[in-house]
């Protein structure tokens, strides 16, 4: 076999045949993963013959036309520029009409230039069009040039707006059973918008495995499109009565947790949940709304929920029943006729399924206007995950869109030597823009529903994505590239269409000139304190950039007290993420990172007077705050497990129950904790040095 022919055939489908290190070194990917990453793509490498054959068909595919005679599903253009397409080979007429989605129409005729190609003129309505055009019909997208901003919103020529961050699941509420919901998340919307806030990140929602609590990773969803209903909250859709159910212990037993009882937690939600589903049944004044949502959701919500009814059936019967491809061959299949019995057998179940996600869309609706009506700019940023995984509701559905044999990752990096396989599928590239850039969509607009700014998970997935064959190491793979150009104006149509601005975290290994790219798009970086320095040491608030969020920390690395005391130091060693001697020597290290933040803190006027000991964490926290504070940067977040001097980390990469991933409550009740004095004086601290902020 041919390796020309291979490399050829690689980059054709847009697999990079060398990649990058951290240290500058550049690797060669193995035939064995080409290989692999191509048969992933259906394209064949048994001999030269079907590479040959895999390069001529993508080479026809490149012309833009699905089959040579008919248009794509969706055609992207820029407002104000001409449209540039391909036509079938031969033709002659150019006539096209174009039905603006506000009804009016263009009728034209398409020039044709030398190279084949035909031009019609610019289109300045932005929006979603209908073309009609060599016999065929498309969709056309025309994008603006760049994502509404914090500038659009109304702030001024030089924004400076604050907000604060926690996951959803954190927050406290009397009567949440024990996992934070959507009306704590108001209360805490409410309460922060008091103290001068803009915005509260939180973080992802999509639908995880009602049936497989134990799954809870927000970032590992079943589908992206939807809802995770174990937040929804009842009493702000339903009334007050549909507040509680089942044994008011168990409510109390699961909410003073310190740590979230998953499945113990999601039994007694699911349950006030099936009880809130019996008496809606009678409600006439809600019903038809519920009509209407399920109406509007279309074949991909009937799926989703069908998904849920057939797995929640199945699991009681064998363990092996949580991945989709272990059901009955005619379940297997959503447009099957096994699927259409099942899911007329059992309609009720199916109809609760419905149900939770139309109870979820109407109350994290509901804290979203709590939080605009109590005077925020922004409000809830939702965080849209890189991907969903291969065993979920989503892969089911839509198969073909899943790249379902490989993983999204990271290569080998300074962070992780070994690399990182994540578990979570990407979409294919080809089935993107072959469907009409359904899937991406589906998840964008999702996301932004209810949002005021989205943060875009691994923004780095918008151009390339690092994959990884299943059961490969994580280090055996290759990065894949995506239609980043077309992908950058979609969120930038719907960040208009949503009036939500855009954050896209660009933290890792970063493709050369993907910054200057989200910038000129109109997306907000992320700078990271932790990650803001050289080797001399850490970097000043004031060279901080105008074009990316400011923060203290994510939920992947330590709080500021925890980083000051040097627990994440000692949970990672406890967790077997480190060895004795590699603790010894970040031991070492971090003794001389403090006194280089300090020498910043003080250097800047955030903090004054000598190092603090280790011991002494809220120091750091107040010097922290003010740091970032001091940024340029149009928007600062705080998470409130800094606001609270808390050393526990969310997240510890590399591990699983070795570290109490997902599952930290904040202390206090979700408005309670905004009366915190310590809370309140740091949020004072961050209203004073940003003024733009205060409602």
């Known amino acids: 076999m041919s390796a020309a022919l291979l490399h050829e055939l690689a980059q054709l489908a847009g697999i990079a045949t060398t990649w990058t290190d951290a240290t500058g070194a550049q690797h060669a990917v193995s035939q064995e993963t080409l290989r692999a990453l191509l048969a992933a793509l259906d394209l064949g490498t048994a001999n030269d013959r079907d590479i040959a054959d895999g390069i001529e068909r993508l080479r026809q595919a490149a012309n833009g036309f699905t089959d040579g005679n008919a248009l794509p599903p969706l055609l992207i253009a820029d407002a104000g520029a001409p449209i540039r397409l391909h036509g079938p080979s031969g033709m002659a007429d150019g006539n096209y009409r174009i039905e603006l989605e506000g009804g009016a129409l263009i009728d034209g005729v398409a020039t044709r230039g030398e190279d084949g190609t035909w031009t019609l003129p610019a289109v300045g309505d932005m929006g979603y069009h209908q073309l009609s055009f060599a016999g065929g019909h498309a969709t056309l997208a025309v994008a603006p040039p760049r994502c509404f901003t914090i500038h659009d919103i109304g702030t001024g020529d030089t924004p400076r707006l604050w907000g604060v961050a926690s996951a959803v699941y954190a927050l406290r509420r009397k009567g949440d059973g024990g996992i934070g919901d959507f009306g704590g998340l108001s209360e805490s919307l409410i309460a922060a918008a008091k103290l001068g806030a803009d915005a509260f990140a939180i973080n992802p929602l999509h639908a995880l495995f009602s049936a497989m609590p134990e799954r809870f990773s927000p970032y590992a969803p079943s589908n992206r499109a939807f809802l995770n209903p174990l937040h929804a909250d009842p009493a702000s859709v339903l009334g007050a009565a549909a507040a509680r159910g089942g044994v008011p212990e168990e409510f109390d037993t699961l909410e003073a947790l310190a740590l979230i009882d998953w499945p113990a937690a999601s039994r007694v939600k699911l349950r006030l949940l099936r009880k809130s589903f019996d008496g809606f049944l009678n409600r006439k004044d809600l019903t038809v709304d519920y009509s209407s949502f399920r109406e509007k959701g279309g074949q991909a919500l009937e799926d989703h929920a069908r998904f849920e009814a057939i797995q929640a059936a199945l699991l009681p019967q064998d363990p092996l029943h949580g991945n989709w491809r272990n059901w009955p061959a005619n379940l297997q299949d959503p447009r099957g006729q096994g699927v259409a019995d099942l899911a007329c057998r059992h309609a009720d179940e199916v109809s609760f399924h419905i149900f939770l996600q139309w109870l979820s869309d109407r109350s994290l609706a509901a804290a979203q206007k709590a939080g605009r009506d109590a005077g925020m700019k922004i409000g809830i940023m939702a965080d849209l995950a890189i991907g969903a995984t291969a065993d979920g509701s989503y892969a089911w559905s839509r198969p073909a869109d899943m790249l379902q044999s490989l993983s999204i990752g990271a290569p080998p990096d300074l962070f992780n030597m070994h690399g990182q396989s994540w578990g979570i599928a990407p979409l294919s590239p080809h089935a993107l823009r072959s469907g009409g850039y359904r899937a991406f969509l589906d998840a964008l607009r999702a996301t932004m529903k209810h949002a005021g700014g989205i943060r875009i998970d691994h923004a780095m997935g918008l151009a390339r994505l690092w994959i990884v064959p299943n059961g490969a190491a994580a280090s055996d793979g290759a990065y894949l590239s995506y239609p ?43 700078q990271v304190m932790w990650f803001e320095r050289d080797r001399s040491g850490y970097f000043s608030p004031h060279i901080y950039s105008t074009e990316a969020m400011a923060t203290t920390t994510t939920h992947d690395l330590p709080t500021v007290v925890g980083w000051w005391q040097g627990s994440d130091i000692a949970d990672r060693e406890h967790a077997s993420v480190i060895s004795e001697a590699e603790a010894a020597r970040e031991v070492e290290t971090r003794e001389a990172d403090r006194a280089a933040l300090w020498r910043t803190f003080v250097s800047c006027e955030a903090a004054d007077g000598g190092c603090p000991a280790w011991t002494e964490g809220e120091r750091a926290v107040e010097a922290a705050t003010a740091f970032i504070g001091m940024t340029p940067s149009p928007l600062v977040i705080l998470p409130l497990s800094d606001a609270l001097a808390l050393p526990e980390q969310a997240n510890m990469p590399g591990t699983f129950d070795e570290h109490p991933n997902w599952r930290q409550r904040l202390p206090g009740s979700a408005k309670d904790i905004f009366d915190d004095p310590g809370l309140r004086a740091r949020l004072g601290a961050l209203a004073r040095l940003r003024p733009a902020g205060k409602p």
């Open 484 to 526: 980043a150009r077309d992908l950058f104006r979609l969120i930038a149509l719907e960040s208009w269409r949503n009036r939500c601005i855009v954050m896209g975290e660009d933290l890792g290994t970063v493709p050369p000139g993907f910054r200057d790219t989200l910038r000129d798009a109109g997306i907000l970086g992320m």
